[in-house]
């Protein structure tokens, strides 16, 4: 895989792993091997990408993490249609505990209850949700200068 980095534990996942819930060439999923949640899966790029700081206002990037969030919708209604709730959100550093992008999609009830802490957002801290995630980083039209007239 381009651009893994040998060290990184779902850079390994991501290319050996055989009990994936959903591969193509730009993500893989799985489910996080200490679940939070009733049901919780993480959506992965396959490149090695480290952290939410590293993406910017491109379409790359945006399109990313929008495939990233389709995906783990559709495995959570797939696998989990009777919650009523879902999360998606990603650790920011430095409170991330894996240097690789990766998307918690967590169908609710938290499990145990204590463990809803880890996703809640502190400012520039904390968790971010993923819709909020995306307006950060949502391309502006093309020949905008952010300057008012």
Known sequence: MAG????CVFCAIATK????????DKV???QDIN???FRHYLVVPVAHIPTVKDLQR???DYSL???MLEVGKTLLHR??????????GFHQPPLNSVNHLHLHCLALPYSPRWRSIKYLSF?????IEAEKFLEKIKPLPTGYCGCDL
Not at 17 to 24: P, Q, R
């Open 4 to 7: 893994a980095t040998p060290s």
């Open 17 to 24: 792993s055989t009990s994936l819930l959903h591969s193509d």
């Open 28 to 30: 893989v999923a799985f």
């Open 35 to 37: 679940p939070s949640a």
């Open 58 to 60: 491109k379409t790359d």
């Open 65 to 67: 993490v929008s495939h």
């Open 79 to 88: 696998d989990a249609p009777q919650s009523h709730q879902y999360r998606f």
């Open 123 to 127: 400012g520039p801290l904390g968790f």
